[in-house]
């Protein structure tokens, strides 16, 4: 069983950051592309930032680019990621996901989210 913890969220405020944290057990980490998304109120999840599980390819919303970076510690099993320059429109629950690496559409596991709020 997949299993998809995030930690780091809080209140901040504009122009500031914060580091998220999703902690991966239940599968072999290094076979899975792992991903972050966004949901905010009254909106529909939308994708953030995700590496494939070979470490190809790294992607970002371009609403999140140079400003966000996603990383991983595979010694630990977590995906990090990092938000600099933080705006009031960051404000959203961030989810974790994985999928495994054979998959290119479909994310197949989901953490409970953590709370980001940035205040202006």
């Known amino acids: 069983q997949v299993q998809l913890v995030e930690s780091g969220g809080g209140l901040v405020q504009a122009g500031g950051s914060l580091r998220l944290s999703c902690a991966a057990s239940g599968h072999t980490f290094s076979t899975y592309s792992m991903g972050w998304f966004r949901q905010a109120p009254g909106r529909e999840r939308e994708f953030v930032a995700a590496f494939r599980w070979n470490g190809s390819t790294t992607a970002y919303a371009d609403s999140v680019k140079g400003r966000f970076t996603i990383s991983r510690d595979s010694a630990k099993n977590t995906v990090s990621l990092e938000m600099n320059n933080l705006k009031p429109e960051d404000t959203a629950v961030y989810y974790c996901?994985?999928?495994?690496?054979?998959?290119?559409?479909?994310?197949?596991?989901w953490g409970q989210g953590t709370q980001v709020t940035v205040s202006s």
């Open positions: 996901a994985a999928r495994p690496g054979y998959k290119d559409v479909t994310w197949d596991y």
